[in-house]
């Protein structure tokens, strides 16, 4: 069944316009497209709307009488006055084929409550903290390293991003690079963020996968630090489903244990939600 309506996206506010029961409306402020499966958008945020920097929310546009909604990490910090998403591009993506066309000043939907596990009360106090991202997967770690309470927590913090293609990395250098030097959080951050990204399928200085990285040790050598351990390393990791399946697996050999809101531990993991 499809009901969708002719017109797929709300361009300009409507006037009168009112969202479905639960959901906010907000306004498009701003758009950029890296390449054809990758883009980020901000929107307006609403005064009411409270999250833990690394949570998610469902996104939808008004272009059904029951819209798709689908999961988007909010890829802004919790400070910010406005809500960055960081998306892919499916072609017959039942929400992203029309969510890429968007522009300014366009209507998207937000449902009104922030959840997921990718949050740092979710881990117990550590030395380093380590977030392994591929493809989208980075948009959680975007809110997280732009987070004051990052650098109280955490001495360093080691962002790794492994995309296919060397123009997909240009978003985690772009964030890297405005978190060293935002006014709120550049100083924590200058010395101790650090950003490792490899691209695996064209020629690139890093071509390994992020989880090749860790287990045959290069990425320690790289970065002049000790294996994760248990005791000093945390890790947060988000990516598609084989990735997180193989970086769990290294976290648990090391033995480091899973951790959730309500109880902290050593690692936490999130899926990459694609549609
Ligand atoms: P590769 O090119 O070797 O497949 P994808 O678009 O398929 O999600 O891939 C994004 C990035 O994640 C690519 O660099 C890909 O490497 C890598 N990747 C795919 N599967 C895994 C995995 N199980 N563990 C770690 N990295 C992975």
Not at 111 to 126: E, F, I, Y
Not at 208 to 215: A, C, F, G, S, W
Request: proline share 6%; with cysteine.
């Amino acid at each position: 069944m499809d009901d969708h309506h002719p017109d797929l996206i709300l361009r300009g506010a409507p006037a009168g316009y009112a969202a479905p029961a639960g959901c906010h409306a907000l306004t498009v402020t701003e758009v950029h497209h890296y390449t054809d499966r990758l883009f980020r958008f901000r929107v307006t945020r609403p005064a009411s709307f409270r999250f833990r920097s690394g949570e998610f929310v469902m996104i939808g546009l008004p272009n059904a009488e029951r819209p798709v909604m689908r999961a988007y990490s909010i890829a802004s910090p919790a400070w910010d006055d406005t809500l960055e998403f960081y998306s892919i591009k499916v072609p017959d993506g039942p929400l992203t084929q029309h969510l890429q066309q968007i522009r300014a000043g366009d209507t998207v939907l937000m449902r009104q409550k922030a959840t997921g596990t990718l949050v740092l009360d979710a881990l117990k106090p550590g030395k380093r903290l380590w977030m392994l991202s591929t493809g989208t997967g980075i948009a959680p770690f975007a809110s997280l390293i732009r987070d004051p309470d990052t650098y109280d927590r955490f001495e360093q913090v080691i962002l790794m991003h492994g995309c296919r293609e060397v123009a997909e990395l240009a978003y985690g250098a772009e964030i890297t690079h405005a978190t060293r030097h935002d006014p709120l959080v550049g100083e924590l951050a200058h010395d101790r963020l650090r950003l490792l990204s490899s691209a695996t399928r064209e020629d690139y200085p890093v071509r390994k996968r992020v989880t090749d990285l860790i287990t045959s040790g290069d990425i320690y050598s790289m970065l002049d630090v000790p294996p994760i351990s248990a005791q000093d390393d945390r890790v947060m990791i988000c990516g598609s489903i084989a990735m997180l399946g193989d970086c769990k697996a290294i976290c648990l050999t090391r033995g480091l244990e899973e951790g959730a809101n309500n109880r902290p531990a050593e690692f936490v993991v999130e899926k990459a939600f694609v549609t």
